[in-house]
């Protein structure tokens, strides 16, 4: 999920459907990857996070899949719920300027249809 | 409920006012960030304390001037702001430095007239 300009990236799914949100990241050093989930008006929450040496990992209702073949993260998020809706960032832990910070993607709104 | 707090969750000054944010979490944790978000936008690194020590600041203008005098405290103290300043700033903490997961607080939503 990139953003354009001013607008974010919206994926709309009805309540009870699987989600899926997609996030192209860029350093192929990277070694640690991550998921925050932000609701209206509150900070970053975080949800999954995965290591360089797995594909897959899952947690409750969640599933993260790392592609490092072609730098792709995703979220998968099982029966989604109204309490789901929010702005979802991946974000990134490699080697850059910052030292080893966490650099983020541009965000994805998911928005749940009752 | 977050277990990083800051203060206030509002704030609106003019351009040579002087203010405070703080930020304060209770877990132990050695490393501490500010960042800076924008509407609609990814949250960007301003600084990191490591044991209470500045270790990263990514060129953020003087007006901002990061404290952190204890562990469990960390404030950013703002002067002469300017109107583009305006936007969500984000505390949060980590284990050690470049340990993750961070964990954020809810932030101060900060105007500038």
């Known amino acids: 999920g990139e953003s354009v300009g001013l607008h974010l990236p919206t994926l709309s799914v009805q309540e009870g459907d699987n989600s899926i949100i997609n996030c192209a990241y860029s350093?192929?050093?990277?070694?640690?990857f991550i998921w925050y989930k932000q609701e209206s008006g509150k900070g970053p929450q975080f949800i999954i996070d995965?290591?360089?040496?797995?594909d897959k990992r899952q947690g409750q209702r969640v599933t993260v899949l790392l592609n490092k073949t072609v730098k792709h993260l995703s979220l998968q998020i099982a029966a989604t719920q109204p309490g789901d809706s929010a702005v979802y960032f991946c974000?990134?832990?490699?080697?850059?300027?910052?030292?080893?910070?966490?650099?983020f993607g541009g965000g994805t709104r998911l928005m749940v249809k009752p | 409920d977050t277990e990083v707090t800051q203060t206030p969750k509002h704030l609106v000054m003019g351009m040579t006012n002087k203010k405070s944010l703080k930020c304060e979490q209770h877990?132990?944790?050695?490393?501490m960030y500010w960042y800076k978000q924008k509407a609609k936008k990814p949250p960007e690194l301003m600084f990191v304390?490591?044991?209470?020590?500045?270790?990263i600041n990514e060129s953020v203008p003087s007006r901002f001037s990061p404290e952190c005098p204890n562990s469990s405290l960390l404030n950013l103290h703002l002067h002469a702001l300017q109107p583009e300043d305006s936007a969500l700033y984000l505390c949060?903490?980590?284990?050690?430095?470049?340990?993750?997961?961070?964990?954020f607080g809810d932030g101060t939503r900060l105007s500038i007239l």
């Open positions: 949060a903490s980590s284990q050690d430095y470049g340990a993750q997961p961070q964990h």
């Open positions: 350093n192929s050093a990277s070694d640690y």
């Open positions: 995965i290591r360089s040496n797995m």
């Open positions: 974000a990134e832990r490699g080697f850059n300027n910052a030292g080893n910070m966490l650099t």
């Open positions: 877990m132990g944790h050695r490393a």
């Open positions: 304390y490591s044991y209470e020590k500045l270790s």
